[in-house]
């Protein structure tokens, strides 16, 4: 049986296809559409399915947007599941144990916005208007950012200010519409640290309170918190590399199947099928410096992982170059994409394959560090499918060094290019080649 999971309506839609615990195809909507975080699914997402699924309870959505002065949304006719469900689902039937907690923190989901569970068990949660996602997208917008979209652009510029300020007390406010002009005369890198700060004090409340198990399973858009996660000491951390809205369609279509999943890695989506050399793709970097890879089936998720990435040499002083292609603000770091077996000797904290966790230089490569010395590490091993790992392997041979630069193939406010067409669209009018 093929059983379509969705999660649409509100931001970010996605669709995953299974059959027999297999993971047949996964996507985001703003691939096709071109439309970042586009909240409606598009039509070449919905494939043969036997059984649709969605990610929440529209009507137990509707009970809170209409006591607080929202508008009432159409119910749908799927089968649905509750949204923190979901995203605990998207966890814990893709993780490599069984037995542990999943703590899921996000914006809002009908009424929740913080839940913990033993195993697929929920054992409390916290409800609306508390909130730390909401307060973290409210402090986002305050700072000049888009909420629901730049919150790592908040993380990022929370190294450049001082937490001088208490906003424990925001929390138990509603901060759906924002929070105005909060603090008026503060830096926005002050605002961004301070709301860091908080966050990572409560969560590492609620991990030392509620989550006793050594396994722990992070889910919710706050997950892609790679700061606060490195924060938590002592556990073993499973994120599914698509821990927030979207990867709910996941969570959803597992629910449905009630087994654990075959998950192997996030290569899920539109394929590019092209033959390309590996040795020349490093010389290239190594002559030009930095080039785009579009090949195999793009990434199920926000962070690019070697099919869908941007490619530079961390030798050089690159960092200004290539955030003026994305378009993004010059303050923005970079990750390190390392073959796993020289990650140690580079970078010392935790790391993995998926970017969620940051790690201190012990290098001089300024292009892959932030300014407080930190960096993003995706590890990339040697079982993994990109072709990233013989760029790296054929990158090495050639200069020594072990890692390159690796960002998503896209610009600011645009999703990540997807298809033949956005890579022929993407050289032509930034003049990036694209292997």
């Given at each position: ?112 916005t ?49 937490p001088?300020?208490d ?167 970079f990750a ?55 760029v ?7 200069t ?5 630069l ?5 610009i ?24």
């Amino acid at each position: 049986m093929k059983i379509l999971g969705t999660s649409h309506g509100f931001h970010d839609a996605a669709v995953c296809l299974i059959e027999d615990g297999n993971i047949l195809y996964a996507s985001h909507s703003e691939r096709y559409s071109g439309l970042k975080n586009d909240k409606h699914l598009h039509s070449k997402q919905i494939v043969k399915h036997d059984v649709r699924v969605s990610h929440e309870k529209v009507w137990l959505k509707n009970t809170r947007r209409l006591l607080h002065g929202q508008s009432w949304i159409p119910i749908e006719k799927d089968k649905s599941f509750y949204h923190h469900q979901s995203h605990a689902a998207a966890g814990y039937y893709t993780a490599p144990f069984d037995d542990c907690n999943i703590l899921v923190v996000d914006a809002i989901g009908e009424w929740d916005t913080v839940s913990v569970w033993d195993n697929m068990k929920k054992i409390k949660s916290w409800k609306y208007p508390y909130s730390l996602g909401l307060l973290y997208s409210a402090v986002t917008q305050r700072c000049g950012l888009k909420p629901n979209e730049d919150e790592y652009i908040l993380m990022g510029m929370a190294a450049y200010g001082e937490p001088r300020y208490d906003m424990s007390e925001l929390l138990y406010r509603n901060n759906h519409k924002g929070i105005g002009n909060y603090l008026p005369g503060a830096r926005e890198e002050d605002l961004a640290a301070s709301v860091q700060a908080l966050y990572e004090k409560e969560l590492l409340k609620l991990v030392d309170k509620y989550c006793k198990k050594p396994n722990l399973i992070l889910m919710g858009g706050c997950a892609l918190n790679c700061t606060a996660n490195s924060k938590i000491k002592n556990k073993n951390i499973w994120i599914m590399p698509n821990p927030g809205d979207a990867g709910s369609a996941l969570g959803a279509a597992a629910l449905a199947y009630g087994k654990k999943l075959n998950w192997k890695e996030p290569y899920l989506g539109y394929e590019i099928k092209k033959k390309v050399n590996p040795k020349s793709i490093a010389q290239y970097i190594i002559d030009f410096h930095i080039c785009g890879i579009a090949n195999g089936r793009s990434e199920y998720g926000p962070r690019a992982f070697g099919n869908r990435s941007l490619l530079a040499d961390p030798r050089i002083d690159i960092k200004d170059t290539v955030n003026t292609i994305k378009r993004r603000q010059k303050f923005r770091p970079f990750a390190p994409a390392i073959l796993e077996e020289f990650a140690d000797e580079y970078f010392e904290g935790p790391m993995n394959e998926y970017m969620q966790f940051v790690a201190q230089a012990k290098h001089d490569y300024t292009s892959v560090t932030h300014v407080d010395g930190s960096a993003r590490v995706q590890i990339v091993k040697k079982n993994c499918s990109s072709i990233l790992r013989p760029v790296l392997e054929e990158f090495y041979e050639l200069t020594g060094v072990p890692m390159l630069l690796n960002t998503s193939l896209n610009i600011k406010g645009k999703p990540m290019v997807n298809d033949e067409f956005d890579v022929s669209e993407f050289q032509n009018k930034y003049k990036v080649k694209v292997f």
